[in-house]
């Protein structure tokens, strides 16, 4: 199975912050690599998938970037819906496997 | 519009069986895979397998062979997950989700959840 590791697992920040969160695989993936966010009690929500591309209705202060094993996910300018726990996730073979969640916290 | 519906919250014994069901609207049923990823309490997402729509053939993650069974109803656009012999450790919040047949897309729907308890 691909493992996928998340950096940091944790960060504060504030409202107008820009943040960065990375995405490392244990093996290429090439561009197969989707961003999700989590809200508590909710479920995931896709921003980003196929590394770069931003699904539709997802703010544009939202931006992936990556290939191969080393992948980021940027939010330029963080709003106060913002605040949530962000994952990555590979589809470039089964199992789909998450990173452990990135927690950006006020 | 698109979504996916879940049954509610379960509570079992160790060693009983669950049923979850997830119900899909607004969309071709059949033209979309059914995944199932689960959550157990404050911890990340893992994918648990998936179930071909068209075809009714599932596949299994491995660390859960032998005790989950994927079903599909069609007629009422319903997948189902069934797990049986239940242990404490699968206490998580159950999650189906929809995938297109396009290799490496993302999982772009979820349902809203199930929480399974499994506690004596």
């Known amino acids: 199975d691909i493992q996928m590791t998340q950096s940091p697992s944790s960060l504060s920040a504030s409202v107008g912050d820009r943040v960065t969160i990375t995405c490392l695989a244990s093996?290429?993936?090439?561009?197969?690599l989707n961003w999700y966010q989590q809200k508590p009690g909710r479920a995931p929500k896709v921003l980003i998938y196929?590394?770069?591309r931003l699904q539709s209705g997802v703010p544009s202060r939202f931006s992936g970037s990556g290939s191969g094993t080393d992948f980021t996910l940027t939010i330029s300018s963080l709003h106060p819906d913002d605040f949530a726990t962000y994952y990555c996730?590979?589809?470039?073979?089964?199992?789909?496997?998450f990173g452990q969640g990135t927690k950006v916290e006020i | 519009q698109v979504q996916l519906v879940q049954s509610g919250s379960e509570l079992k014994k160790p060693g009983a069986s669950v049923k979850v069901s997830c119900k899909a609207s607004?969309?071709?049923?059949?033209?979309?895979?059914v995944n199932w990823v689960r959550q157990a309490p404050g911890q990340g997402l893992e994918w648990v397998g998936w179930?071909?729509?068209?075809?009714?053939?599932?596949t299994y993650a491995q660390d859960f062979t032998g005790r989950l069974v994927f079903s599909l109803d069609t007629s009422v656009s319903t997948a189902y997950l069934q797990i049986s012999s239940l242990k404490a450790e699968d206490t998580a919040v159950y999650y189906c989700a929809r995938v297109t047949d396009r290799y490496g897309d993302p999982f772009d729907y979820w349902g809203q959840g199930t929480l399974v308890t499994v506690s004596s």
């Open positions: 179930i071909n729509t068209n075809t009714g053939k599932p």
């Open positions: 996730q590979q589809s470039y073979s089964t199992p789909p496997t």
């Open positions: 607004g969309y071709t049923f059949t033209d979309y895979a």
């Open positions: 093996q290429s993936i090439i561009s197969y």
């Open positions: 196929f590394a770069s």
